[in-house]
Each structure stands twice: as structure tokens, then as C-alpha cells.
């Protein structure tokens, strides 16, 4: 809730007071509150279309839905008003303006912007503000102004290794636009599936893809809705490598010899296009053409990252021509050669019309500048292409499916560590940062989870200011924003509470809730160092339905710190007496067979910790024997028990330490 | 979970054992199960439908999203083999066969039927026998022989007076299957809105809506989405009463001098048709006309009821008409001209090739008897019509709305009571039951939980053997079936969640649970007693959020029967000590300003409680003052505060009488 306290504050310091995330770059709270009810209305005044006017309806729409108050109709004073000064480009642009004023007085909202972009983030700042106190729903007087710091603010998903539906790319897309997202990046083809559909190459999806794939009426759709949001859809066809899936159905683009099946596998695979044959260029052409012509946004990506080069070596007539070339070098004949296709692609996607996007490999020093760099090796390897030029964007530190805390990924900035010492000319090079699903452990009911709402804190990286750096605060707002997007359709919550009863199966649900609660999957790609996965491994154990980052342990450690004993006694003795509880439910379901060492692991973290706090209450120091003893039954319980990590071992470690 | 003993039952004892519901014909429970996996596949033999096609994929959908099993695609052995005899009807009748017969071994499952409806039917039982055991997904070996025991087993959705979206209608459907319903009643027109666009009469939705209504392309689709699913659509259009909202378009149909505006308010109205215009039925004709096109089914409803008859009273032009006809007694005279006007409706929608179903008032001595009567007055009423020789359905003891318990709509059976000393060709005249949700006090996001699990109960009443009435069984079986609806879309668990968040804003939600846990809101139609309503005010509150029926109360009332002390204890503590945490919650938000008085009087009733368990347990006899205290305390609390019933009072008032 916000308070009523009238001061004027910049960031850092404006984080506190409002539940806003992003922070907004100006804030000042002022005094009383502007009521909501059911004669909430939005006028439109100045420039008009109708994706503004969709938006007051979706406003009005979703302000009713969270707050259960039914809008009348008809002509009640506008509680919000809108203005416009004019249109923004035809196709969302990079560097557009999406600055807003917002000013809520206790009788009336306005919200200035110069074009429809500025109205949106500025309206999505509206319906944070809302809330409730004891006089109702109304939003506390305040003066904002608003832009973002970075202008590509983005979120790629791959439907690729696992296929998303239409409505969970449109629900992504309504979590994005709440925080101020920017940039849909759309991983569409890879070894496990080709996922749009090719007119021209009707086998592309006809055989790549099981069947899932979004047809080009869908891709339309999908660009309408992003639009809709102030949300630039960005296709990506990786190639030449992560393409097993094309040669499907054209096995002639390959460089080794077919027949090839879709992937089931995860991992890098050897096959890669033949970038020595020019068949394979006039393919390129035609596909290319294709798609730029269905995709209306300035920038192209063609992935281009981990190609082995195995095929590459086994292939005499690619061998001769790397010879040809004079790219001899064993080391570095095989990059040589992607640079010449990278050259080869960028030209024609150059002729289509747009702007070429690759992951880090791409950069080679011989390629036309032109070119915009995703890195997911880190800040050091944008730097060096801002040196040369290169525009880029960050995706490493945001890969979501690593299982990161919001935290971690809340310290990754642009222009940080490897970036920090450019000059100004250089910075402007780095336009922003893309976080990254990759959906080898996501399947359409995980997305949400593993997508919100760590993706908030991310997008508040990328909007806000560089100094909005307070973690704790992040966190308190995070809970909000997190429940705001589920009144807009996300299910990070409502599924998560679904899966628990799966792994129940009509038992006790509170005991695999209390485990589920304190544990989280590895970290990286430690997953698959466990078990054999495919893509059709069931995601339906615990490991999945634990959330990335454990809220309990991290509010553990919070008392650990505030040595609040009472309520660490009976969160710790909760935990003690969990394995007991569980043993039953284990028993009768398959899929919490694996779980048992770690749910016995719990039980005697626990009684380590309640041990501890009785030396502590005591004012004992814990005998040295004692100490010992917890401190390698806490060694053990810091190792993986096969998926899974036991996230309330470093806090319950630090009450050992505490005993001594 | 199924146990896995071989033994051969027939109702009621064949309710033991499984979770199915509603419970089965003939079920023997055999041994060993088949094992569910990502290669289940159904296989379609005999005759053939794009139904069949699309029920067989929804199946496997549904089974996938509940297991989270991804299913492969190929040609694995199938594990659910169906055959379909032959089609059923072009337009789903009445009286068809919904029988089936399915057989599951631990290798595979054999489901037979007549017809889609059957194999529908059969699939149905089929996923609900999918059940996680130590040993994986699967299902328990059975043999089922099954049918419906009333061939009308319906769920009318009042979408007038608040407006239900499409989503909210298809969502609906998808639960009706599931518990094997087959009659969607659709209450399109009343008072508060006309709910579906009529080409010849555009005004009639377009200003009779606030522009929520069905196109008529709309309502297609939902009657496609419901044969899909084996369920019949039939569309009511209430007359002479209840229909304000044609005359804001159309006053000329009225009884009474315009202008008309939509109805904000609950209650009957005194606005009617003109029973006297031969207009009135030119334009009925006309709508009839056009609606029997739009609507395939047999039977059209009319509505009939609740006609206050004040607009005849007060029209000279319709007195004179009365008098003419000789309907002079002034009782009486209203009712004979509604059964006037009821005769010339039927007329018109038997010419339109459809049979007529009323409310109970239209069923009048001289109607011809080609009509079905919906009978809202009970089991007497449908009788007498039986012994009239016209058909019947009962609604009596189904609507949802009422808020009464699973237990109680359970035990209404429509030939009990007052229907059940009818002959067997009277019995026959009574085709099954309807249960009703009408919409005063129910938006969107509430619908689900004022249907479901409940409805489940009802189905089963409708389609289960007459002697299943095993209540606890009922109850147990209706838990998990609560979970299985969640599973395909239904929101009535994950909605009560968002809601308590929306009371809590922000503060802790454990508070605002034990409460929402054991009130219930007041019955049958005491909440506008307490309360003006209109369709603005917003349904948001303790009341709305509170299911119908306190889960809690019921398992606490079977602790006191088991004598359970310490859970017992365990429940009345926290219910002492929640006042105190409520009470900041309270605080800061409006929602929950009017729940402090039941608050604090849980509070005390579980003290008492407590303090009668502490005589209980140290074997004392309370003191008689103190019975007369807590007696008198108890007596407080079975009022109603405001709209809420506090439920744990009956429990803890058979702890104070043990006390004695």
C-alpha cells in the first residue's frame, strides 16, 4: 500500500512507498486517494486508434477483474484521462519514445504520452497503483514520470524443444506488457521442431514438428496481440546448426546424409546446412523472403550458435572447399567457414529488407556491421562488439530456465561488469537485454512458472534506473507484482498449487507442500548430468513443481538474520516432523519415489537447527563434537540428492554457526 | 485409489472402492491395472465421427494435462480400444441410448457402446479411473456396465442477470461432460438483459444487453461444443414475466406505457406482455420462428413464470379483453389470461416444430398435453402433471443458488416425495432434473464455484441407481471429482485462492482462510433481506468468497462424532487465536469491514468449545451455569451476521451438550 506521505523522490530511493516494479524513473506520492469503482472510466482525448482504444478497455477490464467491481456503463465522469500527441511508427521501431506523465490527484487521473506506446506502459503503471485500504479500492495520489533506461527489453521463448500453444504465448505476452516488456524474441525452429509454418517449404513444419506448429493466420494473431502491448515480435530460425528439424523434411539442406528424424534429445547435435552448396543459399532466399514478409519487425534473428563442425569434417567436398578458401587451419576452419555462411545469410536477409540478429558466434571481424549482437556469453563479449560498432543486447545472466534466484539475475546489468568502462558512444551500442526460456525442462504447464515472476525483476533491470538496486525491496514488490499476474491469466501460481495435488494424488497435499517448499532443482545444466531426458520425459515430479528460487528459505534466512527464534522454532519443527507426514503419501505415489532421501534430509537439517537454537536460548556454546557432527550432515545435505537441492541448508547452517 | 480385490458389486455397495462419479450401473473391480503412459492411445473400430475423432483427442489431452505425461506421437499398441455400433441421432433426442460397456484389463481397456452418446458416456468413466498408485499412473482392472437412470439430466445457466461469458458457458460444458450431464438450459432473456442476437428483432439485444450477448454465429458454437460432449442445447426465452429487457427495445410488447430501461435490481417485476395484441404474437411468431432455426433442439422453453399481473390490472384495454372472455373472478382472472397466452405460445412453437416446455404456472387444465413442465414448486407439482399425462422435470431441490449443501441437493430425487406413489406409466412421464445456478449473486469469476463440486452430487442423483445415497461416500468421491474438474479448465479452487488474496491485499492470507473456512453465506433468499443488490454491486466479499457449503465444518462435525480430541483441539485453537490475526488484515481493507462481529464470535464459540473439551476430557460434568452461558452464546451465534452463517456452531454445540 502505498503511503500517504507527500515527497518528492528519485530512484533509488523512490522504490520504497509504492509497490511499482518496474520503478518508475520519477516518482512523489502526494496526499489522498482517487476512488475506484463502478464509474471507472478512461477518455481518450488527442490522437486516437483503436489499439489505444482496446487498451482503456483492457484497463477497465482488468481493473474489474482484480478488484471484482462490475463497470457500469455510461457517462460517468472519466476517473482517467488519456492523452495522446500522435502515432507511433507504422511498425514498432527499436528506439521509439515510451515516455509517459502520470498525474492521480484524489479526483482525477491524467496520463500524457506522446505516442501509444507512452499510453501503455503508462497505463500499466495505472493498474499497479490501484489497491486497497480500508476506505476501498482507489490509487493514492502521486506525480510520475516515466521512461525506460534500455529500449530493447525483451523475452525469448523456445516452442521449439517443447511446443507452446497459442494461448501460452498470449498469456506470456500479457505478462510482458504488465512490466514494460518490449521485445517478443520467438525461438521457432530447432533440432527437437520447426514451429511455423512455410508456404513455400510446406515440409519445414509438415514434417519437422509432430504437428505442432503455429500456422501463419496464428503468426498474424500473435503480431496483432504484441502490438496491441507495445511488443515487437522477433523471429528466430537458427542455422546453420540447431536445424536437424528442417532437414526433416529437406534432408538436401544438410551436410551429412540423411535421412534425419526430429531430435528427442537435448544437447548439440552434428547435423548443420551444407554452407558450401548454393542450393542451400537459394533456399535461404526464398525462405527468408518468406518470412520477412509475415514477420513486419526491422530485425531478423538466424541464431547461429554451437555448431560442432562434425559434419563439416566429415564431408570431403565441404573439406575441398574450406581448402579452396584457404581456410586451413584445423582450429579455426570450421568458424571460418560459418563466418562465410554468416556473410552469405546476412546479405540476404540484408535484400529482404531487414536487420540481422545471431548469438555471439556470429561476430566475426569480416562482417558487415549491420548486425545486432544477442550475447549469451556476457558482458565482455558485447563490449568488444560495441568497440567495433556492433549494436547488442544481453541475454547472458537472464537465462531463465538455469533456476537462478531473481536476485542473481537482478544483479546482471547491460552495462555492467564487462560493459562498465565504455565510453558513452560504445554504451549507446548496448541497447538492452533479453531474457531467455529455453524449454528443455518447460512444458506448457511449467512455463508460467519458470518465466514468472522472476521475468519482473529482470524487466525492472531493464527499465529502471541503474542505482534501483535494493534486493529486499525487489522482493517485497516481486510478491505483488506476482499476484497482479494472475488476475491477468498466468498460473505460476494456480498451477503450481495443481501440480502439488498431482504429486498428492487425493493424499494429504501440507506435506509435500512443506517439502516442496524448501527444496529446488540444480542449478545450470546439472539436470541432465542426472537423468536421461528426452522430450517426452513426464515434468511432473517434484523437481518441476518446486518453484526455481524457494521463497520459504529465502524468508528463513530473513529470520536467521532477525534471530527470530519463536517463529524459526516452528518453522524448523515443521520441517523435523515433515518426513513422517510424507512417508504415507510417498508410499502411494510413483511420483514422489525419488524423494525420500531428501525429505529424510529435511527431517535432520531440521533437528540440527532446532538443536542449535537450543544452545543459542541456553546461552551455551554447542560442545566442538556436537558442532562437527552438523557440520558434515550440513556438507552432506549442501550436495544434490540426484534433481533436487535443499535450499534451507545455508540458513540453517549459519544457526550451527551461530551455536558455537 | 482403487483397491484391487476381485469382487463383483452392484450398487449401492458399488460404491466402495472407487472414486467414479457419478458411481456406475454395475462395476466388479478386477485385479492388476493398466498401466498409463506417454504411448496410451485410443483406437476407434466400427462406426465412425468427427466426434468420435475429436472425443478420442480431448481424452488423451485431458489425460496428458492431469498426469503431466507428454503422449508420443506413433503407432504404439492402443490401450483404450472403442467400438461404436452405429450414430445416434441427427439431433441429439431425449430418448436415446447412453449406455456403454467397458472392459479393463491390465493390458487393455475395451469400451463398447450403441452410439457416440455411449462412448462419450464411457470415456468419461475412463479418465476418471486414471489414478497414480507406488507404482505409476494407470487403472485398475474393472469391468463396468453402465446407464443413466433418468434420460434428462440437465443444468440451466441463468446468463441474464449477470452476464456470463462465452468462456464462462464452455468452461461449463466441459464440467457438465465430465460428471455425464446432458441438457444445457439456457436462461437467455429475462428482467436484466437479453442475452442473444436476433436478426429480425435487433433491438431486442442490442438494447436489452449493455452489449453482452451471444451472436447468433456464438451460440452455433456452443451448440457444436456441446454435441461434442453428448449434450443438448435448449434455449429459454421467458414470457409473459420476466422480460423487462425486450421492452426497452420493444415497448409495444408491453402491458404497460414506456419508456422501459434494463432492470439494475432483483426481484419480479411488474412489466408483461400484452396478452391481448394479436401483435404480441406476430412478433413472437417472428422471434420463434427465427430462434427454433438458430436452436436445433426438440424442446423450446417459454419461461411462464412469476407474472405479478399488476399491468393487466392496471391496462382498461386488458380488463375489457378479460371480461369478454369471461374471466371475471378476480383471483383467478391473471391466471386464466397467462394460460390464454400460454395456449397461443405453444401454438406458435409447436408450428415452428418444436415441443414447449414452462415453469409449473404454465401447466393449466385445458393445455394441450404435448408440453414438459419444469417444475420449481417440487416433486407434488411434477405429479400431478404425471397424472395428467404430461412429462415432467424437477428443479425443485437443484438450485445451486440457494447455497445448500451437496448432501441436501443429494437427497432430492425426482420420484421421492410427493412423486413417489406415482404408477409405473407416471413414473415414466418423469423424465429426470435440472439444476439451476440463476444469477443474481453470481458474476463470471464466481460461477464455478457456485456450481461445482455440487453439481457433481446432483449428476449423479440423475444418473446413479435410485439406493445410492451413501452421503459420506458422496462426499469423499466428490473431492476428488472437485480435483479432476480442476484439472480440465473449471476455476472453483484456484478462484476461492485469488479471491482470499484480493480480501488479504497484500497482508497474510491464513487468517482470511480460517475465516472464509467455516462461514457460509445465508440461505435460500435471505442475503436481499439484509442488503439492496443491484447488478453493480460488487460480489467481492467474505459472502461471495466463502464456498456454499464449509468443507471444514463437515470434517470438524465428523471429529466431534470420532471423539478426536486432538484435532479437535487443534482446529479450536486456531479459530480462538484467529480474531487476533485477522484484525490488521481487517484493518487495511474495505472488503473485509463487515466481517469483524463473525470474527469475534468464532473466537468465542471456539473457546467454548475448548473449554468443553477440557471438562470432557478431565471427565467432569460441566457446571449448569456454564451450559447456560455457552448455550446462550451459541444460540448468538446461529444468527446470521449480516449475510454470513457461522457453520462450526451446530459441531461445537453437540461439544457443549457432551460437556453437560
Given at each position: 500500500?502505498?503511503?500517504?506521505?507527500?515527497?518528492?523522490?528519485?530512484?533509488?530511493?523512490?522504490?520504497?512507498?509504492?509497490?511499482?516494479?518496474?520503478?518508475?524513473?520519477k516518482?512523489?506520492?502526494g496526499?489522498g486517494?482517487?476512488?475506484?469503482?463502478?464509474?471507472?472510466?478512461?477518455?481518450?482525448t488527442?490522437?486516437?486508434e483503436?489499439r489505444?482504444e482496446?487498451a482503456?478497455?483492457?484497463l477497465?477490464?482488468?481493473?474489474s477483474?482484480?478488484?471484482?467491481?462490475?463497470?457500469r456503463?455510461?457517462?460517468?465522469?472519466?476517473?482517467?484521462?488519456?492523452?495522446c500527441?500522435?502515432?507511433?511508427a507504422?511498425?514498432?521501431?527499436?528506439?521509439?519514445?515510451?515516455?509517459?506523465r502520470?498525474?492521480?490527484?484524489?479526483?482525477?487521473a491524467?496520463?500524457?504520452?506522446?505516442?501509444?506506446?507512452?499510453?501503455?506502459?503508462?497505463?500499466?503503471?495505472?493498474?499497479?497503483?490501484?489497491?486497497?485500504d480500508?476506505?476501498?479500492?482507489?490509487?493514492?495520489?502521486?506525480e510520475?514520470?516515466?521512461q525506460p533506461?534500455?529500449q530493447?527489453?525483451?523475452?525469448m521463448?523456445?516452442?521449439?524443444?517443447?511446443w507452446m500453444p497459442?494461448?501460452?504465448?498470449k498469456?506470456?505476452l500479457?505478462?510482458?506488457?504488465?512490466?514494460?516488456?518490449?521485445?517478443?524474441?520467438?525461438h521457432l525452429?530447432?533440432?527437437?521442431?520447426?514451429?511455423?509454418?512455410?508456404q513455400?517449404?510446406?515440409?519445414?513444419?509438415g514434417?519437422g514438428?509432430?504437428?505442432?506448429y503455429f500456422?501463419q493466420e496464428?503468426v498474424r494473431?500473435?503480431?496483432?496481440?504484441?502490438?496491441?502491448?507495445g511488443i515487437?515480435?522477433?523471429?528466430?530460425?537458427?542455422?546453420?546448426?540447431?536445424?536437424t528439424?528442417?532437414?526433416?523434411?529437406?534432408?538436401?539442406?544438410?551436410?551429412?546424409?540423411?535421412?534425419?528424424?526430429i531430435e528427442?534429445?537435448?544437447?548439440?547435435?552434428?547435423?548443420?546446412m551444407?554452407?558450401?552448396?548454393?542450393e542451400?543459399?537459394?533456399?535461404?532466399?526464398?525462405?527468408i523472403?518468406?518470412m520477412?514478409?509475415?514477420f513486419?519487425d526491422?530485425?531478423?534473428?538466424?541464431?547461429?550458435?554451437?555448431v560442432?563442425?562434425?559434419?563439416?569434417d566429415?564431408?570431403?567436398r565441404?573439406?575441398e572447399?574450406?581448402?579452396?578458401?584457404?581456410w586451413?587451419?584445423k582450429?579455426k576452419?570450421?568458424?571460418?567457414?560459418?563466418a562465410y555462411?554468416?556473410r552469405?545469410?546476412?546479405?540476404?536477409?540484408?535484400?529482404?529488407?531487414?536487420?540481422?540478429?545471431?548469438w555471439?558466434?556470429?561476430?566475426?571481424?569480416?562482417?558487415p556491421?549491420?548486425?545486432l549482437v544477442?550475447s549469451?556469453?556476457?558482458?565482455?563479449s558485447?563490449?568488444?562488439?560495441a568497440?567495433?560498432?556492433?549494436?547488442?543486447?544481453l541475454?547472458?545472466?537472464?537465462?531463465l530456465d538455469l533456476?537462478?534466484?531473481?536476485a542473481?539475475?537482478?544483479?546482471?546489468?547491460?552495462?555492467?561488469?564487462?560493459a562498465s568502462?565504455l565510453?558513452?558512444?560504445?554504451?549507446?551500442?548496448i541497447?538492452g537485454?533479453?531474457?531467455?526460456?529455453?524449454?528443455?525442462y518447460?512444458?506448457?504447464?511449467l512455463?508460467?512458472a519458470?518465466v514468472?515472476p522472476?521475468m519482473?525483476?529482470?524487466?525492472?533491470?531493464?527499465?529502471?534506473?541503474?542505482?534501483?538496486t535494493?534486493v529486499?525491496d525487489m522482493?517485497r514488490?516481486l510478491?505483488?507484482?506476482s499476484r497482479e499476474?494472475e488476475?491477468?491469466?498466468l498460473?505460476?501460481?494456480s498451477q503450481?498449487?495443481?501440480?502439488?495435488e498431482r504429486?498428492?494424488?487425493g493424499?494429504?497435499?501440507?506435506p509435500?507442500?512443506?517439502?516442496?517448499?524448501v527444496?529446488?532443482?540444480v542449478?545450470?545444466?546439472?539436470?541432465?548430468?542426472?537423468l536421461?531426458?528426452?522430450?517426452f520425459?513426464?515434468?511432473?515430479?517434484?523437481?518441476?513443481?518446486?518453484?526455481?528460487?524457494?521463497?520459504v528459505?529465502r524468508?528463513?534466512?530473513?529470520?536467521?538474520?532477525a534471530?527470530?527464534?519463536?517463529?524459526?522454532?516452528?518453522?524448523?519443527?515443521?520441517?523435523?516432523?515433515?518426513?513422517?507426514r510424507?512417508?504415507?503419501?510417498?508410499?502411494?505415489?510413483?511420483l514422489?519415489?525419488?524423494?525420500a532421501?531428501?525429505?529424510?534430509?529435511l527431517?535432520?537439517?531440521?533437528?540440527?537447527?532446532?538443536?542449535?537454537?537450543?544452545?543459542?536460548?541456553?546461552?551455551q556454546?554447542?560442545?566442538a563434537e556436537?558442532t562437527?557432527?552438523?557440520?558434515?550432515?550440513?556438507?552432506?545435505?549442501?550436495?544434490p540428492?540426484?534433481?533436487?537441492?535443499?535450499?534451507?541448508?545455508?540458513p540453517v547452517?549459519?544457526l550451527?554457526e551461530?551455536a558455537?
Amino acid at each position: 500500500m502505498m503511503t500517504k506521505v507527500l515527497f518528492f523522490l528519485m530512484a533509488p530511493l523512490a522504490i520504497w512507498g509504492h509497490d511499482l516494479m518496474p520503478v518508475p524513473a520519477k516518482i512523489a506520492l502526494g496526499q489522498g486517494r482517487l476512488r475506484i469503482d463502478g464509474n471507472f472510466r478512461v477518455e481518450l482525448t488527442g490522437y486516437r486508434e483503436a489499439r489505444l482504444e482496446e487498451a482503456a478497455a483492457r484497463l477497465t477490464e482488468n481493473m474489474s477483474r482484480s478488484t471484482g467491481i462490475p463497470m457500469r456503463p455510461g457517462a460517468s465522469p472519466a476517473a482517467l484521462l488519456v492523452h495522446c500527441e500522435r502515432a507511433s511508427a507504422a511498425v514498432q521501431a527499436a528506439r521509439e519514445d515510451e515516455s509517459y506523465r502520470l498525474v492521480v490527484t484524489p479526483q482525477q487521473a491524467r496520463l500524457d504520452a506522446a505516442n501509444p506506446l507512452g499510453v501503455l506502459r503508462g497505463m500499466e503503471t495505472f493498474l499497479q497503483m490501484v489497491d486497497l485500504d480500508a476506505g476501498g479500492f482507489g490509487v493514492t495520489a502521486a506525480e510520475i514520470a516515466d521512461q525506460p533506461r534500455f529500449q530493447w527489453r525483451g523475452l525469448m521463448l523456445d516452442v521449439a524443444r517443447h511446443w507452446m500453444p497459442l494461448d501460452a504465448v498470449k498469456r506470456t505476452l500479457d505478462g510482458m506488457a504488465a512490466v514494460k516488456l518490449n521485445v517478443f524474441h520467438w525461438h521457432l525452429s530447432d533440432n527437437q521442431g520447426f514451429r511455423v509454418e512455410s508456404q513455400r517449404f510446406p515440409k519445414l513444419a509438415g514434417m519437422g514438428s509432430d504437428g505442432h506448429y503455429f500456422t501463419q493466420e496464428q503468426v498474424r494473431e500473435v503480431i496483432a496481440y504484441a502490438r496491441g502491448r507495445g511488443i515487437r515480435v522477433i523471429p528466430e530460425f537458427d542455422m546453420p546448426g540447431h536445424a536437424t528439424a528442417w532437414f526433416v523434411g529437406y534432408p538436401e539442406l544438410a551436410s551429412g546424409p540423411g535421412p534425419y528424424t526430429i531430435e528427442r534429445e537435448w544437447g548439440v547435435f552434428d547435423p548443420a546446412m551444407d554452407p558450401t552448396r548454393e542450393e542451400t543459399y537459394k533456399f535461404l532466399d526464398t525462405f527468408i523472403g518468406e518470412m520477412a514478409a509475415l514477420f513486419p519487425d526491422a530485425y531478423f534473428h538466424i541464431g547461429g550458435d554451437e555448431v560442432n563442425g562434425k559434419q563439416w569434417d566429415a564431408n570431403p567436398r565441404i573439406q575441398e572447399f574450406k581448402r579452396a578458401h584457404g581456410w586451413t587451419n584445423k582450429e579455426k576452419s570450421n568458424e571460418e567457414l560459418q563466418a562465410y555462411f554468416t556473410r552469405r545469410v546476412q546479405t540476404l536477409v540484408r535484400k529482404h529488407g531487414k536487420k540481422m540478429i545471431g548469438w555471439d558466434e556470429v561476430l566475426t571481424p569480416d562482417l558487415p556491421r549491420d548486425v545486432l549482437v544477442q550475447s549469451w556469453r556476457g558482458q565482455k563479449s558485447l563490449a568488444a562488439a560495441a568497440r567495433q560498432g556492433v549494436d547488442g543486447i544481453l541475454s547472458h545472466g537472464y537465462y531463465l530456465d538455469l533456476m537462478y534466484s531473481a536476485a542473481d539475475h537482478y544483479a546482471a546489468d547491460p552495462l555492467g561488469d564487462g560493459a562498465s568502462d565504455l565510453n558513452e558512444e560504445q554504451r549507446q551500442r548496448i541497447l538492452g537485454g533479453e531474457a531467455a526460456i529455453w524449454s528443455e525442462y518447460v512444458t506448457p504447464e511449467l512455463l508460467d512458472a519458470r518465466v514468472w515472476p522472476r521475468m519482473a525483476a529482470i524487466a525492472e533491470r531493464l527499465w529502471s534506473r541503474q542505482d534501483v538496486t535494493d534486493v529486499a525491496d525487489m522482493y517485497r514488490r516481486l510478491d505483488v507484482v506476482s499476484r497482479e499476474l494472475e488476475w491477468l491469466g498466468l498460473t505460476h501460481v494456480s498451477q503450481y498449487e495443481k501440480m502439488l495435488e498431482r504429486l498428492a494424488d487425493g493424499g494429504p497435499v501440507a506435506p509435500v507442500r512443506t517439502l516442496a517448499e524448501v527444496v529446488e532443482g540444480v542449478k545450470e545444466y546439472a539436470r541432465e548430468e542426472v537423468l536421461k531426458y528426452t522430450s517426452f520425459t513426464p515434468l511432473n515430479r517434484l523437481v518441476d513443481t518446486a518453484r526455481p528460487e524457494s521463497q520459504v528459505a529465502r524468508q528463513f534466512a530473513v529470520l536467521v538474520e532477525a534471530r527470530d527464534v519463536a517463529k524459526m522454532r516452528e518453522w524448523l519443527t515443521r520441517w523435523r516432523d515433515n518426513d513422517a507426514r510424507l512417508a504415507p503419501v510417498e508410499a502411494s505415489s510413483e511420483l514422489l519415489a525419488d524423494d525420500a532421501e531428501i525429505s529424510r534430509e529435511l527431517s535432520a537439517v531440521a533437528a540440527a537447527g532446532l538443536q542449535a537454537l537450543d544452545y543459542i536460548q541456553a546461552g551455551q556454546h554447542a560442545p566442538a563434537e556436537w558442532t562437527e557432527r552438523q557440520t558434515a550432515l550440513l556438507e552432506q545435505a549442501k550436495k544434490p540428492k540426484g534433481v533436487l537441492l535443499l535450499s534451507v541448508e545455508p540458513p540453517v547452517r549459519k544457526l550451527v554457526e551461530l551455536a558455537k
